[in-house]
């Protein structure tokens, strides 16, 4: 017939008594004494105070520690259990106590983002949201209790992004824990943002620019996301490093002045024909503005190539400047054929006269 627990004054000091570890030990009879013990479960077993049990004789005694704690077991205590509990012990005339303790860990955010962060996917939550969770009081679990918690309940306001979620930590032989954690959500977005402050009407370049993730709802505008957007524009106004490049902050960079000396550029067919020029309008590039012909003084339009260069539009009429200032049309400019190019290189010397 197995003993009962511990009971009355035995068991307030089994679960209650600190005092001094220091002494020696000295013991009488078959069975020993563990002087430190690592309690595993929710309960304290005889063969955690005593070694040389008889078979069936080990049994539960009263509760374990809670995680993280220790006990205490003065001589007094130790000769009351072993008589209780018919164990062939005694202590010497030296002082003799036992230490049981019980190991603990605590709870990480890791452990917690790891379970939350499906349950708020299968929730709805877009998958680019970053979850911030809340200051929260970690428990002391057994170092036994290692499953990943469980999800008892998850709620959720869409409108402003904050949860709250109650988590369960389970283990065998030890009791459940629970934990109620709160966060918040923020859809988060990658965009592009200057790695260093520039002037206005600075291009905007590779070099200068780095790729950020902000809150979405911090957006005001659209936003770029790569530099090939960027291509040609440069600053409206000063902007700082680590600021989303919104397109109104852009406008297109002028590549050409007004007056500025370009070359012009006439493509017909397999022959390609250059001639100086002066543009007559700023622009950016891919812009069409009107240029003159320094030799015939014809007014062209042609498309920005770059800081230099303008592509004359094939199939325009060029222009002449009068000396009454009023202007005249030319022959359209050729669209194919080196013979054609020739009229129109020539029709321009005419012009000129």
Known sequence: MSKPLIRGAAFLLLAGLVVSLG???HQAGAAGLRSHVMVHGNAIRLS???TGLSPGQDC???PSPAPGKRIVVPPIQL???ASEFDVDWQAGAGYAAAVLERQARTVTRDE???VLKPALLADGVPAASDISLGAFATPLLPVEMTAPPEIQSLDRDPQSGRFSA???F???DAEPVRLRVVGRLEQRVSVLALSRPLPAGSPISAADTQTIRVPLASLRGTPLTSIAEAGGLSLRRPLGDNVPLMRDMLVK???IDRGRPVVLRLQSGGLALTAAGTALEAGAAGDSIHVVNSLSHAILVGRIIDSADIQIDAGTAPLIARANGQTRSLPRVPTVGPVAARGWTSGLQEASN
């Open 48 to 50: 955690d105070l005593f």
């Open 112 to 114: 917690i983002l790891a």
């Open 79 to 81: 000769a009351a259990i």
């Open 60 to 62: 539960e005694i009263g």
């Open 170 to 172: 389970a283990a065998a």
């Open 253 to 255: 960079a002028m590549l």
């Open 166 to 168: 109650i988590l369960q």
């Open 23 to 25: 002494g020696s030990l």
